[in-house]
Nanobody, 117 residues
Framework: HVQLVESGGGLVQPGGALRLSCAAS????????MGWYRQAPGKQRELVAT???????NYADSVKGRFTISRDNAKNTVYLQMNSLKPEDTAVYYC???????????WGQGTQVTVSS
């Protein structure tokens, strides 16, 4: 059983910064990809950024140059540093653990990020 616990969301003004963290616990396979997705009200869940165990990254065009994803393999933790936040970044952010061999996903409970003045 795998559990993902997110932290770090909150309210921030436009132009501000937040750092999200997600710690994975349980029986975790070494070949995995971790990442962040988000879902705004009335919209579908969308990719924000992903990172493989060897630190290969992928970003949505909308966050490139503003967000940075990183991970600590020893702690099974993934981070998302969000800078220059915009109101359109407002969403519930979900942590994801993906096993490419099995095509299986685990999800966190989500953390709210609100960008507003």
């Amino acid at each position: 059983h795998v559990q993902l616990v997110e932290s770090g969301g909150g309210l921030v003004q436009p132009g501000g910064a937040l750092r999200l963290s997600c710690a994975a616990s349980g029986s975790i396979l070494s070949i995995n990809r971790m990442g962040w997705y988000r879902q705004a009200p009335g919209k579908q869940r969308e990719l924000v950024a992903t990172i493989t165990r060897d630190s290969s990254t992928n970003y949505a065009d909308s966050v490139k140059g503003r967000f940075t994803i990183s991970r600590d393999n020893a702690k099974n933790t993934v981070y998302l540093q969000m800078n220059s936040l915009k109101p359109e970044d407002t969403a519930v952010y979900y942590c994801n653990l993906h096993y490419p061999i099995y095509g299986y996903d685990y999800w966190g409970q989500g953390t709210q990020v609100t960008v507003s003045s």
